[in-house]
């Protein structure tokens, strides 16, 4: 059973820092991995998402990678701003379709 | 604007009512799904719908139950069996079921008095 793991739970930093958010997933059989956002008591917003055969995907400050065989990814934020405070999600698509999801890690950014 | 739309935004439940949740979309989206979130943990799939008229059950689906009459909306139900409800529950639909972005509404958060 596909299972995906986001350590830490929390993390503060300085603003202006650059970090990397850990993802984590024990079948390396998936479709493809997505990064999310969600602000306090709302919905998620994808922010990106990389197929199985990519390695890499970029947005803007953001940048998340795929190494499907050790079953690991990681959400890089460069020059991170307070406005990044948020937790971020990060979540599967196994080999039945269906999304399987981290427990996310707060971030806060500290001015 | 295209997107979902959730509603209410809080829900207040006496034990052994049910009630509904609506979720509707805008985006023309075949598929949509339901979730529950809980704090500490992913989330957890409670139903999804491939197409009009068509539903299936997620990880959680009991004390739960679903409708999928017309394209743009899939309401939610959570009956009286639903034995621990007080959660917060997310909306989401995709273009196509399988590995098509889903995108999300904003939310109901439900509370059992």
């Known amino acids: 059973k596909q299972e995906v793991t986001q350590i830490p739970a929390a993390l503060s930093v300085p603003e202006g820092e650059n970090l990397v958010l850990n993802c984590s997933f024990t079948d390396s059989a998936i479709y493809n991995l997505q990064w999310f956002r969600q602000d306090p008591g709302k919905g998620l917003t994808s922010l990106l998402l990389i197929q199985s055969s990519q390695r890499e995907q970029t947005s803007g400050r953001l940048n998340a990678s795929l190494d499907k065989s050790s079953g690991r990814s990681t959400l890089y934020i460069a020059a991170s701003q307070p406005g990044d405070s948020a937790t971020y999600l990060c979540?599967?698509?196994?080999?039945?379709?269906?999304?399987?999801w981290g427990a996310g890690t707060k971030l806060i950014i500290k001015p | 604007d295209g997107g979902i739309t959730q509603s209410p935004k809080y829900l207040f439940r006496k034990e052994g009512q049910n009630v509904t949740l609506s979720c509707e979309q805008n985006?023309?989206?075949?598929?949509m799904y339901w979730y529950r979130q809980d704090p500490g943990q992913g989330l957890r799939l409670i139903y999804y719908?491939?197409?009009?008229?068509?539903?299936q059950k997620g990880d959680i689906a009991e004390g739960y139950s679903v409708s999928r009459e017309k394209k743009e909306s899939f309401p939610l139900t959570v009956t009286s069996a639903q034995k621990n409800p007080t959660a917060f529950y997310l909306c989401?639909?995709?273009?196509?079921?399988?590995?098509?972005?889903?995108?999300f509404g904003p939310g109901t958060r439900l509370t059992v008095l």
């Open positions: 985006l023309n989206h075949d598929a």
């Open positions: 719908s491939q197409i009009v008229n068509d539903f």
């Open positions: 989401a639909s995709s273009l196509a079921a399988g590995t098509d972005t889903q995108y």
């Open positions: 979540a599967v698509t196994d080999s039945n379709y269906q999304l399987i």
